[in-house]
């Protein structure tokens, strides 16, 4: 018995200390981080509730009937999760298919093939009504080698960090602007990946590259990867080999996914 309370008791103590070290600050309304390590850069913490918003641009006209190209690995032409599998068993992907539509539920998927450098289309959509706020509004995610991310949320009149932002290397580098279409209505996402190399020490070489296109809109323009996706750090990057899996985020919000393809594209380096 006594055994019993001195583990309750312990487990208190730890839940408490915890929580009490992630002490959410908010700034201007927006809701963030001040005890995290600063950026490399040195201007702002991760996740700085303080760092500036990325502008609102307004998208253009989307087409309703997108087709891959004709060389594309199709991922998910809305029939089934074949090409994809849980992220931490490698058993069935435990998301749903509704009317075409893949939905986000229970955890994380990957895709059972490994890609290296690639162009990948993938569209999303925002539940609607929006519920939650900040980071708790449509979280989802496109995880490239199933470790650097590219962040979906709702940041649709939704304020929040602007390193944990739509478009955003999540941590890191904030999207060049604020590209998001309503909840509720498709969203485009097209985005160039390119691996980071490594030297015979385990030294980088070359970090991973990234260019998103959301809805038609630059967000990212080749930018770096300081590292592997990190909650409250600004990322570090671990030797790895050429390629790895997509993996798709579950963050506890039903975000609906179609048309998900990917062309390997190979960097030629021809000046
Ligand atoms: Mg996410």
Same mark, same amino acid.
């Given at each position: 018995?006594?055994?019993?309370?001195?583990?309750?008791?312990?487990?208190?103590?730890?839940?408490?200390?915890?929580?009490?070290?992630?002490?959410?600050?908010?700034?201007?309304?927006?809701?963030?981080?001040?005890?995290?390590?600063?950026?490399?850069?040195?201007?702002?913490?991760?996740?700085?509730?303080?760092?500036?918003?990325?502008?609102?641009?307004?998208?253009?006209?989307?087409?309703?009937?997108?087709?891959?190209?004709?060389?594309?690995?199709?991922?998910?032409?809305?029939?089934?999760?074949?090409?994809?599998?849980?992220?931490?068993?490698?058993?069935?992907?435990?998301?749903?298919?509704?009317?075409?539509?893949?939905?986000?539920?229970?955890?994380?998927?990957?895709?059972?093939?490994?890609?290296?450098?690639? &162009?990948? #289309?993938?569209? !999303? %959509?925002?539940? =609607?009504?929006?519920?939650?706020? /900040?980071?708790?509004?449509?979280?989802?995610?496109?995880?490239?080698?199933?470790?650097?991310?590219?962040?979906?949320?709702?940041?649709?009149?939704?304020?929040?960090?602007?390193?944990?932002?739509?478009?955003?290397?999540?941590?890191?580098?904030?999207?060049?602007?604020?590209?998001?279409?309503?909840?509720?209505?498709?969203?485009?996402?097209?985005?160039?990946?390119?691996?980071?190399?490594?030297?015979?020490?385990?030294?980088?070489?070359?970090?991973?590259?990234?260019?998103?296109?959301?809805?038609?809109?630059?967000? &990212?323009? #080749?930018?770096? !990867? %300081?590292?592997? =996706?990190?909650?409250?750090?600004? /990322?570090?990057?671990?030797?790895?080999?050429?390629?790895?899996?997509?993996?798709?985020?579950?963050?506890?919000?039903?975000?609906?996914?179609?048309?998900?393809?990917?062309?390997?594209?190979?960097?030629?380096?021809?000046?």
């Amino acid at each position: 018995m006594k055994t019993w309370i001195f583990l309750a008791a312990f487990v208190a103590a730890r839940l408490l200390a915890s929580q009490a070290a992630f002490v959410e600050v908010v700034t201007n309304g927006v809701a963030g981080f001040k005890d995290t390590p600063m950026q490399p850069d040195g201007k702002w913490h991760v996740h700085d509730p303080e760092r500036p918003q990325p502008p609102v641009v307004m998208s253009g006209t989307f087409s309703e009937k997108a087709t891959p190209p004709c060389d594309a690995v199709v991922l998910f032409d809305g029939k089934d999760l074949s090409q994809w599998r849980d992220k931490k068993t490698g058993g069935e992907a435990p998301w749903r298919i509704e009317e075409g539509i893949m939905v986000s539920a229970k955890g994380d998927i990957e895709t059972t093939n490994q890609f290296g450098d690639i &162009q990948l #289309h993938l569209e !999303f %959509r925002e539940p =609607t009504p929006a519920q939650g706020e /900040g980071q708790g509004r449509g979280n989802s995610g496109v995880f490239f080698m199933g470790q650097y991310e590219i962040q979906v949320l709702d940041c649709y009149i939704n304020k929040t960090y602007a390193d944990g932002a739509t478009g955003g290397l999540y941590g890191q580098h904030p999207a060049l602007a604020n590209a998001c279409r309503a909840p509720g209505e498709w969203q485009t996402y097209d985005i160039i990946f390119n691996v980071p190399h490594f030297g015979a020490k385990g030294e980088v070489e070359t970090p991973a590259f990234v260019t998103v296109i959301q809805n038609g809109v630059v967000v &990212q323009n #080749h930018q770096a !990867f %300081r590292g592997a =996706t990190n909650w409250r750090s600004p /990322g570090k990057y671990t030797p790895h080999g050429p390629t790895g899996p997509i993996a798709l985020q579950y963050h506890n919000n039903s975000v609906s996914f179609r048309n998900i393809w990917v062309r390997p594209v190979p960097v030629v380096n021809d000046p």
